[in-house]
């Protein structure tokens, strides 16, 4: 069972995100340490890693702050919002825009890959759950990689264009070349 945060540890949490952003901002992750994060939260080394155990683990949980609630299946607070894939993917999007500082940084540096493997983890989530809607005469694995790839090939795009196209129409257009 998790064990629900205090308003101390939230605080102290959000502190170190905000250090981490700031930091994205200005510096490629490869070359952010913890040291670096620690100062600029102002928190000890001890406190750090008893929210995090690594530098990777922080983004981790940036990446689970923006998508978890959607595999959860939480109510949208953005416009027009349903749980067909297409709006669960323009949901995805508007989370990408909404964070478009950090997402471009972090799909702009070396250490992109690391970001686009968590992002991976939870698209073939939701991928799995609507594989029925897409061609059956493919392996199931074989389309699932497909869609997951395309998909994050088509979040690379939208970083390249600065996240100014409308994510209902980059969700719309992605479903239309897929399907």
């Not at 540890?9 to 620690?38: G, H, M, P, S, W």
């Not at 416009?79 to 999007?93: D, V």
């Not at 890959?113 to 991976?120: C, N, P, T, V």
Request: charged fraction near 30%.
């Amino acid at each position: 069972m998790v064990k629900a945060m205090d308003r101390r540890q939230r605080k102290t949490r959000e502190a170190i995100f905000n250090a981490f952003r700031e930091l994205l901002e200005k510096n490629r992750y490869e070359n952010i340490t913890v040291q670096d994060i620690i100062d600029r939260a102002d928190v000890g080394r001890s406190t750090f890693y008893s929210h995090f155990e690594t530098k990777d683990a922080l983004l981790k949980a940036i990446c689970s702050d923006i998508f978890d609630h959607i595999f959860r299946g939480e109510i949208c607070e953005y416009p027009g919002e349903t749980h067909n894939l297409q709006e669960k993917l323009a949901h995805i999007l508007w989370h990408l825009k909404a964070n478009k500082k950090d997402i471009i940084g972090l799909l702009g540096c070396e250490s992109g890959e690391l970001f686009m493997s968590y992002i991976k983890e939870y698209l073939s989530e939701l991928f799995k759950m609507h594989l029925k809607d897409f061609s059956k005469d493919v392996p199931q694995d074989f389309l699932l990689n497909h869609l997951v790839c395309s998909f994050c090939a088509t979040l690379k795009w939208c970083a390249d264009k600065k996240m100014n196209i409308s994510p209902e129409e980059i969700a719309r257009d992605f479903i239309r070349v897929v399907s």
